[in-house]
């Protein structure tokens, strides 16, 4: 069993940046493939970035968020710049240990944290 929790949400003005942080714990945390998804009120859950053999984003994030882990401390972190009142969400996280291409559904995945809320203001 992995147990995920996120922390670093917050409330913050358009142009700001966050760090989320993802910490993992149960199972062998280097082998699994991490990603990022938010899910905003009345609309699905969406994906924003993964990191495993490589890393791969959201049209929607590019250029303005970064996934990067940390195996030694069993986490993963999302920065996020440049922050848009339309960023509002929760924001949670995620791991699978399927082998494969790059995995960008929900189904894909495991392991889910509890989420953490993002709240930009305008």
């Known amino acids: 069993q992995v147990q995920l929790v996120e922390s670093g949400g917050g409330l913050v003005q358009a142009g700001a940046s966050l760090r989320l942080s993802c910490a993992a714990s149960?199972?062998?945390?280097?082998?699994?493939?991490m990603a990022w998804f938010r899910q905003a009120p009345g609309k699905e859950r969406e994906f924003l970035a993964t990191?495993?053999?490589?890393?791969y984003y959201a049209d929607s994030v590019k250029g303005r968020f970064t996934i990067s882990r940390d195996n030694a401390k069993n986490t993963v972190y999302l920065q996020m710049n440049s922050l848009k009142p339309e960023d509002t969400a929760v924001y949670y996280c995620?791991?699978?240990?399927?082998?494969?291409?790059?995995?960008?559904?929900?189904?894909?995945?495991?392991?889910w944290g509890q989420g953490t809320q993002v709240t930009v203001s305008s």
């Open positions: 149960g199972h062998s945390f280097s082998s699994a493939g």
């Open positions: 995620a791991a699978t240990y399927k082998m494969g291409p790059v995995r960008i559904n929900e189904y894909e995945y495991d392991y």
């Open positions: 990191i495993s053999w490589t890393r």
